[in-house]
Nanobody, 129 residues
């Protein structure tokens, strides 16, 4: 089945930066698209960023475009989310997820949570004003 573990969350002041990591274990996800989502209290889980299997295609929510960067290192079975110019409205639990299927050779980088089959436990990001 495989497992995803996020790390790197914490408390940061507005304008600051954080780098989230998502380490996979138990299986390789090198041929899977990967995504980052977030959920604030009382809100639905929302798409943040996604990356295709090779890293050649990325997708971002409009709210984070230009501030966040998703990347991956398939040799380390790890996906990253570099978050710069953080705002209080970025406060949420951040989750990484792996696509339901392997799409090696494709640019697929889904935005919908239903497209993902494996989820991490989440890491809290809090941005103070």
């Amino acid at each position: 089945q495989g497992q995803l573990v996020e790390s790197g969350g914490g408390l940061v002041q507005a304008g600051g930066s954080l780098r989230l990591s998502c380490a996979a274990s138990g299986r390789t996800f090198s041929t899977y698209a990967m995504g980052w989502f977030r959920q604030a209290p009382g809100e639905a889980r929302e798409f943040v960023a996604a990356i295709n299997w090779s890293g050649g295609n990325t997708e971002y929510a409009d709210s984070v475009k230009g501030r966040f960067t998703i990347s991956r290192d398939n040799a380390k079975n790890t996906v990253y989310l570099q978050m710069n110019s953080l705002k209080p409205e970025d406060t949420a639990v951040y989750y990484c997820a792996a696509d339901r299927g392997a799409y090696q050779g494709q640019i697929r980088a889904p935005r919908r949570p239903v497209e993902y089959g494996t989820w991490g436990q989440g890491t809290q990001v809090t941005v103070s004003s």
